[in-house]
Every structure is written in structure tokens, then in C-alpha cells.
């Protein structure tokens, strides 16, 4: 029999044949993830039991693609059956392998080029692991069925890879680290920057389409809803997530491909409600408040500031000489006075309770409650505190710095190997034409997360990454305005006449 495929809500896939169950990504939980700051929508928590069923036949196996709350339900893992086949890729970061097996779960782990049998089924991951990504898109191959879910792993440089035709392909929007809402913007920077991001995340799938020509496209349904956050979190105008609305009017689909727009338990095969799904309207924000756990609210908010300094500095120690001297300084702020803050130097290695960065040097400032700075103590894996876009941030300048980053979203175990990591960097170079800018060489690789640039498209002067959209003008060397990084771009032969 050709396998079933059905929609079990955001990222959650069942894959079924007469004897086999594959389920990927299990996100059923009211209590939503990143300390309740992220809900499913549509709302999916009545098909909790139709996944657990699923996983009691003959063979039945579990795929994680990578740590993150909204792929990985640790209430749902909880009620699952020990001795579970498992699988996940193998990750330079043990985390996601170790903590299944915390749930009893029975754990494969396996490298690219290898795959994974579950009766008439097979299993293999494509893994993107640079600097704090740890993440994995998953192919399915079954009898006349051949599925990518590509989640939100951003291997759009690497689509060469997937063996073709597919039948089914589905791909997510949202993207893990600081939103435009998060920063200290007016309200028209925020549209902008939302805005970009957007025609960014649609030029990838559209570019994705065009490469893997997949009979079905299954847009992941929604995107995430923040029913607990302020009002304006999340809104079409001012958000980076695509609601299928927008991705529908703009999207071209290639002829030989159908878009399914599946709601939570649909077959996918059946193509049933193939109208995209609109953003959530008032009154489903309040079914969220009413019926789901604002876990956020009941968090105690008491913390012993010299204990937040201890665990920055056990940190720090790790990464000692590191970072280099034109480093932002971090400023955590969870009040008014002076005493309410701390100051981290990623340099010099120091951290200093109620002091403040030199008059005029980069600072990264980070304004929370006190229960934020509290759950940096308490849980070791920041990015999910970071994740739950409770703080308000403030740059100066206004760029991205990736040793800022790697503090605060890697774990005290990876931070090391992080930093040495993003250090050494990749020498390659590619050579490649600008058209009327003439011809160029460059680093191969985005200083950003290593993502190949010799698969990147030429807009305007800039040369665009391929994963996150970051723009490098050929007209100015090759710098990133955002983040002040270059590629080295020099150009080898001026355009010809005429261009």
C-alpha cells in the first residue's frame, strides 16, 4: 500500500502503512512550550491520543528533528510507552539524544548517509549543525512515496542533496531567535524589518519549490500563536512568521506541484481544505487564554542577583580569550536602580553587579522581569529562555553580533565549542558573475552559520545567504549592514561593454 500521510497539527506528521507508524515532532501540550510563550495553531491538543495510538503498532517509530518546545512535548514523551524506538540525527550537542532516553525512549542516532527501517518505511535525516542550530530535516521513502519535511531546518544551500521526485515536501516559517517585536523599534521598523524577513522565508520556499518540484506542498499549518503575550506580538503587519494567507497571494507554485493548506487530522492525500488557513482572529486568541496555561504567570519571580552573576561567570570561564576585543558588552537590567543590573564582558571575561559599560562602547541591553533572570539561573538551556521573547532588547549599534549570540542561546556544555568553532571559520573561496557588476571572488561561506554561498542568488549588489537572507553588497566589499560582517568580496574583471 502507498503510505498515508496526515497533518497532525504545526510541525506534526504521521506517516502510516498496513503495519507501520512514523510520527514526527509531537507538539500536543496546553501549556504550550517556551514556558507557554508559544501555542500550536489550529489548536491540535485533541489528537494527543490519535499520536499515542498510532505508536502501539507493529512498527512504530518516533522522529525528533531537533530540541526545540515546539517539536519536542515532553508531556506528550512522558505517556509514551518505554522501549519506544526513537530516531534523531546525530547532533554535535548529545542533548536531544540524551534527554529521550530520559523518557525511557529506545534511541538511534544517525549520521547523514545512513537510514533508519520501520517495516516497509525508511528513515534518513539531513542535518544543519553551525554554531547554536542543531536541526534536521527528515525523508521518508514508503512504496510510490517519497516525503521531505524540511521543518524549519534551513537547508536551502543544500537541496541538491535530496534525492528526487518527491511526493510530498512541507516546510515551516517561523524561525528560532529574536523577532523585530522583541527590540526597542518604532513601530514602522518593526513593519520593515518583519516585512524583510518575510520576502526573505517566501524566496526560499519559492526557490525550494522550483529545485524539488514535489507533487504535494504542505505549508506547515499557521504559525505559532503568543495568546500571552502583548496584544500587538505576532500580528500579520509586524510579524516574521508567514501566515498562509500572505504565502498563498505570493507564492508562485510550479504547475506540476498541488498546495495543500491541511488543518490538524487531515489526510493529506485526500486534499481536503486546500484554502489556505487565515491568522487567528480575537475571539480564538481568547479561546487560547481560556483553555490553555499561561505557565508564564506562575513562575515566581524572586532571584538572588549574585547568583545570576555566579552562572554567568562559570560561563565565561569556559570562553575565556575568546571573543575578541570589539565585542558588545551585555547588560542584563530586571529594574530601575543602578543595583538591578549586571554587565558582561565577553572580552576581558568579566561580569559586574551594578555597573555599566564604558560611555560610548557596542552594548547589548536586556530588559526582563526578575523571573527571566531567575530561569537563567534555574535552566542551563538559555535559548529557551531566550525563546520565550519575554525580554525587551536594545543594541547600540543596531547589529547583529554572532559572539552575542552564541552566549546566550548555546548550553554551558557546547558554549566552548562554539566559540572555537565560530573562530577558526572556513578559508574557501568560490568565484562567480554579478552581471552588470562584473565578475567576483568571496568567501564561500556565511559568516553568519555557515551556509554555502555558492548556492546564493544575486539581488541588486548583494549577494544573498540562502538560509537567513543576510545581504552582502559587492558594492561595498562585501559587508553585511546588519551585523558589520563581510565576505571579502573583490571584484577579478570589471563588466564588459555594453552591460
Request: hydrophobic share 35%.
Amino acid at each position: 500500500m502507498v503510505p498515508l500521510l496526515t497533518f497532525l497539527g504545526h510541525n506534526c506528521f504521521l506517516v502510516e502503512t498496513e503495519s507501520s507508524s512514523i510520527l514526527i515532532d509531537p507538539w500536543f501540550s496546553k501549556s504550550g512550550s517556551f514556558y507557554g510563550s508559544w501555542m500550536q495553531y489550529p489548536s491540535n491538543h485533541h489528537l494527543a491520543d490519535r499520536a499515542r495510538n498510532a505508536l502501539t503498532r507493529e512498527h512504530a517509530l518516533l522522529l525528533l528533528s531537533h530540541e526545540h518546545g515546539d517539536h519536542f512535548d515532553r508531556e506528550f514523551l512522558a505517556g509514551l510507552p518505554p522501549g519506544l524506538k526513537a530516531g534523531v540525527a546525530r547532533f554535535d550537542d548529545r542533548f536531544l539524544a540524551d534527554e529521550l532516553r530520559q523518557f525511557n525512549l529506545r534511541v538511534t542516532e544517525l549520521d547523514e548517509g545512513t537510514s533508519l527501517q520501520c517495516g516497509d518505511l525508511a528513515v534518513q535525516f539531513f542535518r544543519v549543525d553551525e554554531g547554536t542550530a542543531s536541526d534536521a530535516a527528515i525523508l521518508i521513502e514508503g512504496n510510490g512515496f517519497r516525503f521531505l519535511n524540511q521543518n524549519d531546518c534551513k537547508m536551502f544551500d543544500r537541496l541538491s542533496d535530496v534525492p528526487l521526485p518527491l511526493t510530498h515536501y512541507t516546510v515551516q516559517f517561523s524561525g528560532a531567535s529574536w523577532y523585530p517585536e522583541c527590540f526597542d523599534y518604532d513601530a514602522q521598523t518593526k513593519r520593515r524589518r518583519s516585512a524583510e524577513s518575510v520576502a526573505n522565508k517566501i524566496r526560499n520556499v519559492q526557490h525550494a519549490l522550483e529545485v524539488l518540484e514535489p507533487d504535494v506542498f504542505v505549508p506547515s499549518a499557521g504559525p505559532v500563536v503568543f495568546p500571552f503575550l502583548p496584544s500587538d506580538f505576532g500580528k500579520p503587519d509586524s510579524s516574521v512568521f508567514v501566515h498562509q494567507d500572505e504565502l498563498d497571494s505570493r507564492l508562485a507554485v510550479p504547475r506540476s506541484t498541488a498546495v495543500c493548506f491541511a488543518r490538524p487530522g487531515d489526510q493529506v492525500e485526500a486534499g481536503e481544505r486546500s484554502n489556505p488557513i487565515p491568522p487567528p482572529s480575537e475571539a480564538e486568541l481568547e479561546w487560547y487564554r481560556r483553555n490553555c496555561v499561561d505557565v508564564w504567570s506562575h513562575l515566581p519571580d524572586h532571584f538572588e542577583p549574585n547568583d545570576l552573576v555566579e552562572e554567568v561567570r562559570q560561563r565565561l570561564v569556559r570562553i575565556a580569550g575568546l571573543a575578541p576585543a570589539d565585542t558588545p558588552a551585555i547588560e542584563f537590567i530586571w529594574g530601575p536602580e543602578e543595583i538591578d543590573r549586571c554587565v558582561i564582558n565577553l572580552h576581558d571575561g568579566s561580569v559586574e553587579l551594578g555597573g555599566c559599560p564604558a560611555g560610548g562602547a557596542p552594548s547589548v541591553e536586556i530588559t526582563a522581569e526578575r523571573k527571566y533572570f531567575r530561569l537563567l539561573i534555574e535552566n542551563p538551556r538559555w535559548q529557551e529562555v531566550v525563546l520565550t521573547f519575554r525580554a525587551q532588547i536594545r543594541r547600540s549599534p543596531d547589529q547583529f553580533n554572532n559572539w552575542v549570540n552564541l552566549f546566550l542561546y548555546s548550553d554551558p556544555t557546547s558554549i566552548e565549542d562554539n566559540f572555537k568553532n565560530a573562530q577558526v571559520g572556513r578559508t574557501e573561496r568560490f568565484e562567480f558573475d554579478a552581471g552588470d557588476l562584473g565578475r567576483f571572488t568571496a568567501a564561500r561561506w556565511c559568516p553568519h552559520q555557515g551556509a554555502d554561498l555558492a548556492t546564493a542568488v544575486i539581488d541588486g549588489s548583494c549577494v544573498v545567504c540562502p538560509r537567513h537572507g543576510w545581504r552582502f553588497d559587492l558594492e561595498q566589499g562585501g559587508v553585511d549592514v546588519r551585523s558589520g560582517t563581510s565576505i571579502n568580496a573583490i571584484r577579478v574583471r570589471e563588466p564588459r561593454p555594453g552591460n
